[in-house]
């Protein structure tokens, strides 16, 4: 049952990065993909914690939390310099 939900979840989460990568590649605008580049971070996190849990490897949460502390930093460098530049 277990393997299941996991095989499920697996399969959601690679559903949403093909459509998070379509928005990110055709974006009209950049803003559009900051944000989707935002997701793309958010989807990868999950994936990570995934990987952890079916591993049974902790560390691997370590390096999801320290990828969300810099793709966060990222995206409000970025959207700064979007709003009025550096």
Known sequence: ?????????????ILSLFVAAI????GPDPVDRVIAFDV?????????ALIAHEAGRGIYLDVAVV???LSFLGVIVVAKYLERGL
């Open 40 to 48: 793309l971070t958010i989807i990868s996190i999950s994936l990570i």
């Open 67 to 69: 990828y969300g502390l």
């Open 23 to 26: 928005r990110f590649f055709l």
């Open 1 to 13: 049952m277990a393997d299941t939900l996991f095989l499920i979840a697996g399969g959601i989460i």
